[in-house]
């Protein structure tokens, strides 16, 4: 069954995706955009954040692995390559699939810790160090 509030955050989690996913092109044409990648880091936070408001571990795992990742380039102590990019975005689509699943089901897939772990750990693989480990959200 949806609820308002989850109507509420498919529309935005949406508007965030699209703003995260145009601030990545930029940066990819422009890897040094200073309010490029605030832009992105803003709007992949703030769907982190709401995601923790609904079930959704497995959503929140993969959105958490790319706000670190952001994060890390936003301080410089990673260099934001067209690798790097990719990975970003394809996470995003993958987002973008769960908040489809999510205002047609009501609910993710059997298959979405999976997928989201996948994902998840491709991006953290890029942190290296302490950082590659798995965050665990308390399902």
Avoid: W, Y
């Avoid at 509030?5 to 092109?25: H, I, K, M, N, P």
């Avoid at 995601?51 to 692995?65: I, K, N, Q």
């Avoid at 067209?82 to 993958?94: A, F, K, T």
């Avoid at 699939?97 to 989201?116: E, N, P, V």
């Amino acid at each position: 069954m949806k609820t308002v509030l989850l109507e509420r955050f498919v529309q935005e989690a949406r508007e965030l995706l699209q703003t995260a996913a145009s601030g990545l092109l930029t940066l990819e044409r422009e890897p040094g955009d200073a309010t490029a990648i605030n832009e992105v880091f803003r709007a992949v936070h703030t769907l982190k954040g709401s995601s923790g408001l609904f079930d959704t571990p497995p959503l929140t795992r993969l959105v958490h692995a790319g706000e670190d990742v952001l994060q890390q380039v936003r301080t410089g102590a990673m260099t934001l390559d067209s690798n790097v990019v990719d990975l970003l975005l394809d996470g995003l689509d993958q987002v973008g699939a769960f908040i489809d699943q999510l205002d047609r089901d009501g609910t993710l897939a059997g298959d979405a810790d999976r997928i989201a772990a996948q994902h998840a750990g491709a991006l953290r693989a890029r942190l290296g160090g302490a950082e590659t480990a798995v965050v665990v959200i308390d399902d």
